[in-house]
């Protein structure tokens, strides 16, 4: 075989690759949309579940889903990035550097099951809070943390040396260096670290199951009061998201429209990830172009 | 670290050594720099005289392994004293790179960048500072519509200017250039040459090259680095006339490096 047709065949091979990846994507979002679609109502957003009578909505489910996302990155973004620029800048190379990152992988691989045992035993029964979303948010953060130590890592890793040279060689401190060449240039890819973190507290389950609970409290949205009991701002309160609504309702659901719930809840979490994503990367440009007058 | 008037020596070396790790990249300089002059240093690739160039402003200090004995005496002061302030040092010795580097930020905050975390907040100050900056690198005329774009969409003449202007910024008292043209095209390089003409009326520049057209163009005392060792240094005119040792005379004239 001559290298031309080795290489039209190559060519050929990671288009067939391609389309098939595609192909996939496109058939499972159809297979979502079609099934789902159709029981996607503006009642079926806005009424809360029922535990036994059809006609059930996700309210509360949707709310939380975006509230435990909310809460667990504000707890794991800084904390993340913090540990990357960390690792990045200040860790010298050495057997505790190593130690640590051997850990940080290591964190990363464990199985989510075992994080919401480990949310189950330390955020729910050692603190004695019960289910919490506060709960469920810390064991995301367990589970997300290694990710955003890595990406922000790898990102500030990637900014120039020669940028960091420049900013030194005119007297600017190491912190101030970081704070106003390094995090902004490594932004949009810190950014995208977040995001597919984000993706993964919005799907995640079994972490949750057993650390914010598979129950709501009847919740009155027009109670902003962070403390108070029915207050959909409560951190302190048991929290269904839609991830686990939807394996609860298939697993061990009462409900007779099953079917109906679980197609309709999968379609609205899949357009809430999208949705997010697509929001985060317009946020994203805006502000990195602000702060680095790029296009 | 107040300028002393009194000697013309603006840096005193004296019988610096460095290693990184095991290799011995400096053997024993003794090097003095004068005021408001062009000091050029030439030698083949891996001579020392980069290395050099960054013990002037410590950049080297970043290097892991790297040990530094002898004194480099700036303003009277030995900066190789454990207590140099090191963003003290580099407002006074600036430094320009072998490669433009500008932030990926807009031109006007590129040279704003030093003297805004230096402590300078007025807007109509930074204001005055960008243009001097800017006009004593003959950018001004280029870029004055433009001040809010992108540095990075300068070409490589541009952004290399852009560079110098960041640097003179700060105010400093010498200019650090490490093969400052080596990435431009003619037009650009002879650009800068020019420039480092004019500058040195106001600034001490230390330059090093790879182009020893360069150095006997620009400079007014020339330095022949081999090996770790500063072989020999004096006014340029000697240096490529009449050099003293066999072995500049061999590196000149092009017998090897």
């Known amino acids: 075989m001559n290298s031309k047709t080795a290489d039209r065949l190559a060519t050929g091979v990671f288009i067939t690759i391609a389309i098939m990846i595609t192909a996939i994507l496109a058939g499972l979002f159809f297979y979502i949309f079609v099934n789902g679609f159709k029981y996607i109502s503006f009642d079926f957003l806005t009424t809360p579940s029922s535990n036994v009578r059809a006609g059930g909505g996700i309210r509360d489910q949707l709310f939380n889903s975006f509230y435990i996302l909310l809460i667990t990155m504000l707890i794991t973004v800084p904390i993340g990035v913090g540990g990357g620029i960390y690792m990045a800048e200040y860790a010298k190379p050495g057997k505790i550097t190593d130690l640590i990152r051997t850990c940080i992988e290591v964190l990363s691989s464990l199985p989510s099951i075992v994080i919401g045992m480990f949310g189950l035993l330390v955020f729910v029964n050692t603190t004695g809070w019960g289910y919490t979303i506060l709960g469920g948010a810390l064991a995301l953060t367990v589970f997300n943390l290694p990710t955003m130590v890595r990406t922000t890592e790898d990102a500030i890793r990637a900014v120039p040396q020669d940028l960091k040279e420049a900013s030194l060689a005119l007297g600017i401190t190491h912190w101030h260096t970081i704070k106003t060449v390094i995090l902004p240039t490594a932004f949009p890819a810190i950014l995208t670290g977040a995001i597919l973190a984000a993706g993964r507290v919005f799907g995640e389950a079994a972490a949750l199951l057993f650390t914010a609970g598979l129950s709501t409290p009847r919740l009155d949205y027009t109670n902003w009061n962070p403390f108070s009991e029915q207050s959909p701002l409560n951190i302190f309160r048991p929290a269904e998201t839609l991830a686990v609504h939807i394996w609860s309702v298939n697993t061990q659901g009462l409900i007779p429209d099953v079917e109906a719930v679980s197609s309709g809840s999968a379609a609205v979490l899949v357009i809430s990830v999208l949705i997010f994503n697509l929001a985060a990367r317009w946020i994203g440009r805006i502000i990195h172009k602000r702060i680095t007058a790029t296009k | ?257």
């Open chain 2, 1 to 257: 670290m107040a300028i002393q008037t009194l000697t013309r020596n603006i840096f005193d070396v004296k019988d610096l050594n460095l290693w990184y790790g095991d290799h011995h990249a400096l053997k024993g300089v003794y090097f003095p720099i004068q005021k408001k002059e062009v000091t050029a240093m030439i030698g083949p690739s891996g001579c020392g005289k980069s290395t050099f160039l960054k013990t002037l402003n410590l950049m080297n200090k970043m290097i892991p392994n790297v040990k530094i004995t002898g004194e480099v005496n700036f303003a009277g002061q030995n900066i190789l004293h454990s207590k140099t302030d090191l963003v003290e040092l580099r407002k006074h010795v600036g430094m320009v790179f072998q490669k433009g580097n500008p932030f990926p930020q807009s031109i006007y905050d590129n040279v704003a960048y030093g003297p805004r975390i230096h402590g300078i907040k007025k807007k109509k100050h930074l204001d005055e500072l960008v243009i001097k900056a800017l006009m004593d690198v003959a950018l001004w005329n280029e870029v004055k519509d433009r001040l809010n774009a992108p540095a990075l969409g300068l070409s490589g003449g541009q952004q290399q200017r852009l560079c110098i202007a960041r640097a003179l910024a700060t105010k400093p008292d010498v200019l650090l250039m490490d093969e400052p043209t080596s990435a431009l095209d003619p037009i650009s390089t002879l650009k800068i040459e020019e420039l480092i003409f004019e500058l040195k009326e106001k600034y001490t520049i230390v330059i090093v090259t790879h182009n020893m057209q360069q150095a006997a163009r620009v400079s007014d005392r020339t330095a022949f680095f081999l090996m770790g060792e500063l072989i020999e240094f004096a006014e340029t005119s000697k240096i490529f006339s009449t050099p003293k040792d066999s072995r500049t005379e061999d590196y000149i004239t092009g017998r090897f490096g």
